[in-house]
């Protein structure tokens, strides 16, 4: 085991971060600090790790307040989620979608994290492919999306 921004996995617009990344049965492995387990190191969970380090070192969300990975339901279909932030009294602030750097960011992105976000009513959204950040917010009185520069700090909500 070692902490090493590993050098083969696609350069990111993110800070650098210290990764705990080990090789396993013949595959390499990344810690994810909330689900406090090594996961199967892919390039869609590369960009959800560094999500992760976003949000607790520049948005300052408590490693509690972040659920990653779970299952959830949507009219009837199982899905699964990327990244949500909580605040103190349990709602959602902030829902995250990560794609694989290859990925381009879409329409049908949006439309995804939209659906998955009738579920939660976050009140942020961030859409990202790792080389691609896109921030909006949702306006519930007039039932639009504003797009946002960037997010604020989390930890204040």
Request: net charge positive; charged share 20%; aromatic share 16%.
């Amino acid at each position: 085991m070692f902490f090493y921004q590993f050098s083969s996995m696609q350069k990111l617009a993110f800070k650098a971060y210290s990764l705990l990344i080990k090789n396993s049965e013949n595959k390499r492995h990344i810690l994810d600090p909330i689900r406090k387990k090594f996961v199967v190191l892919t390039p869609e969970e590369w960009v959800r790790q560094h999500v992760i380090q976003f949000l607790i070192h520049e948005k300052k969300a408590p490693k509690s307040w972040i659920n990653a990975e779970k299952q959830f339901t949507l009219a009837g279909l199982k899905k699964r989620f990327d990244v949500i932030v909580f605040s103190a009294n349990g709602s959602a602030q902030l829902i995250v979608e990560c794609k694989a750097p290859n990925v381009p960011i879409t329409q049908e992105t949006f439309d995804q994290i939209a659906r998955y976000n009738m579920n939660f009513k976050a009140q942020y959204m961030m859409v990202t492919n790792g080389l691609e950040h896109f921030y909006c917010s949702f306006d519930y009185t007039n039932q639009w999306y504003v797009f946002c520069e960037e997010l604020p700090i989390l930890c204040s909500q």
